[in-house]
């Protein structure tokens, strides 16, 4: 009689005994769910995205920039961004002047395509120059502000094509507001110095801030050559929209601007062909070499030495800008890109292996507890039925 009434316990008490387990099991696993779930994200993780989507909002602006003459082997290169949807193109003057022909590469979805343009305007006070595209399609248009105001030490973006690298990008901050800088005979005032790596070939781009906004065109650096010393100059965004508002809307009734008729030389590169006295009969210089008054003159007197040369007192450090005048290079696919989306990738791969890891161990320890008490109930009813059949 005993052992009837011991077997609906011990049925009962095994189904008690899982129907717990399995709370136990989705309650951990809820938890764990909900600890994933409710993890604040990495500050640092955020600010990377949006730096990638400040520089991806410009990725189809910014276009490298080609000027050359019909015939001449040498060629200017330098940067610009597109600043209208019907692909008017600002850049620097002196990546232009001088030249006749232009050729702007745009990035699109397979690659970089060349588009003959045409020379609408300069302005050589604000080293400005606007090009226009001959292009059916609409192009990618990026956002110039209309304060453009920016704080020292704000995180600023440079884009462009340094030695024909299409889509370069490098990063640093507003070192200085309101500068002034002495090229040649002009003086441009209010610029922003920046400590971006500016190399040649970036002329004339844009740098962006986090929101991906043109503050300023790339202009000059301040070196002991022609390399980057982390001391760049930025034309302010300021300066270059009464630029555009003077001139886009009046761009179809413009003629295209002159070229000079002398070829531009830069003095920095070797002379490729024999002495044949002054070089200002036949050329215009484009880059003056800077020289000290301490060093050997290598060839006869020829005059004024700032014909070609740009006298400096002790160090031969000078603003100078930065447009490549080159034989020419080819366009170089950019990794950076690749390298960075399977980064992110791999480690988001490397969380959701974290979190299904998680899962599976809270499960095990469920499914184990769950075993572990049936096995504890079975010896127990199983030595209570022992000690009454005794």
Same mark, same amino acid.
């Given at each position: 009689m005993?052992?009837?009434?011991?077997?609906?316990?011990?049925?009962?008490?095994?189904?008690?005994?899982?129907?717990w387990g399995?709370?136990f099991?989705?309650?951990?696993?809820?938890?764990v769910?909900?600890?994933?779930k409710t993890?604040p994200?990495?500050?640092l993780f955020?600010l990377?995205?949006?730096?990638?989507?400040?520089i991806?909002?410009n990725?189809?602006?910014?276009v490298n920039?080609k000027?050359? $003459?019909?015939?001449?082997g040498?060629?200017?290169?330098?940067?610009?961004?597109?600043v209208?949807?019907?692909?008017h193109?600002?850049?620097n003057?002196?990546v232009?002047?001088? =030249?006749?022909? =232009?050729?702007v590469?745009?990035?699109?979805?397979?690659?970089?395509?060349?588009?003959?343009?045409?020379?609408?305007a300069?302005?050589?006070?604000?080293?400005?120059?606007l090009l226009?595209?001959?292009?059916?399609e609409?192009?990618?248009?990026?956002?110039?502000?209309a304060?453009?105001?920016?704080?020292?030490?704000?995180?600023?973006?440079v884009?462009?094509?340094?030695f024909?690298?299409s889509?370069?990008?490098?990063?640093?901050i507003?070192?200085k /507001?309101?500068r002034t800088?002495?090229?040649?005979?002009?003086?441009?005032?209010?610029m922003i110095?920046?400590?971006a790596?500016?190399?040649q070939?970036?002329?004339?781009?844009?740098a962006? $801030?986090m929101?991906g906004?043109?503050?300023?065109i790339?202009?000059?650096?301040?070196?002991k050559?022609?390399s980057?010393n982390?001391?760049?100059f930025?034309t302010?965004?300021?300066?270059?929209?009464?630029?555009?508002n003077?001139?886009?809307?009046k761009?179809?009734?413009l003629?295209?601007v002159a070229a000079?008729?002398?070829?531009?030389i830069n003095l920095t590169d070797?002379?490729?062909?024999e002495?044949?006295?002054?070089?200002?009969?036949?050329?215009?210089?484009l880059?003056?070499?800077?020289?000290? =008054?301490?060093?050997?003159?290598?060839?006869?007197?020829m005059?004024?030495?700032t014909?070609?040369?740009?006298?400096v007192?002790?160090d031969?450090g000078?603003?100078v800008?930065v447009a490549?005048?080159?034989?020419? /290079?080819? =366009?170089?696919?950019?990794?950076?890109?690749?390298?960075?989306?399977e980064k992110?990738?791999?480690?988001?791969?490397?969380?959701?292996?974290?979190a299904?890891?998680?899962?599976?161990?809270?499960?095990?320890?469920?499914?184990?507890?769950a075993?572990?008490?049936?096995v504890?109930?079975?010896? /127990?009813?199983?030595f209570?039925?022992k000690?009454?059949s005794?």
């Open positions: 005993i052992a009837r009434n011991r077997q609906p316990l011990y049925v009962k008490t095994i189904a008690k005994n899982i129907f399995f709370v099991l989705f309650g951990l696993n809820s938890l769910a909900a600890q994933i993890q994200p990495d500050p955020l990377q995205e949006k730096q990638n989507a400040a991806a909002k990725r189809f602006s910014v920039v000027a050359y $003459n019909d015939g001449i040498s060629h200017s290169i330098g940067s610009g961004v597109i209208s949807r019907r692909c193109v600002i850049t003057n002196h232009v002047e001088n =030249f006749s022909l =232009f050729e590469g745009i990035m699109g979805g397979g690659g970089v395509t060349k588009y003959p343009a045409t020379l609408i300069v302005d050589k006070t604000q080293d400005l120059a226009r595209v001959k292009k059916k609409n192009c990618s248009q990026a956002t110039l502000p304060d453009g105001s920016v704080e020292i030490g704000e995180t600023i973006f884009l462009g094509c340094p024909g690298i889509h370069t990008v490098t990063r640093g507003v070192s /507001r309101n800088v002495a090229m040649g005979d002009m003086l441009y005032h209010n110095q920046t400590n790596s500016i190399s070939g970036n002329s004339g781009g844009p962006v $801030n929101k906004e043109v503050i300023g790339t202009t000059a650096i301040f070196s050559g022609r980057s982390g001391l760049g930025l302010p965004v300021t300066r270059v929209n009464p630029f555009l003077d001139n886009i809307n761009a179809s009734s003629q295209p000079q008729e002398k070829d531009t070797k002379i490729p062909h002495y044949l006295g002054d070089c200002t009969k036949c050329h215009r210089i880059y003056k070499t800077p020289v000290t =008054f301490s060093e050997t003159v290598p060839h006869p007197n005059g004024n030495c014909k070609c040369h740009e006298i007192k002790n031969p000078a603003f800008t490549q005048v080159t034989e020419g /290079r080819g =366009f170089l696919k950019d990794q950076a890109e690749k390298m960075r989306l992110l990738r791999q480690e988001k791969l490397s969380t959701k292996s974290t299904t890891l998680l899962k599976y161990i809270g499960i095990l320890l469920a499914l184990m507890v075993f572990a008490g049936l504890y109930y079975y010896f /127990r009813i199983g209570r039925k000690n009454a005794q």
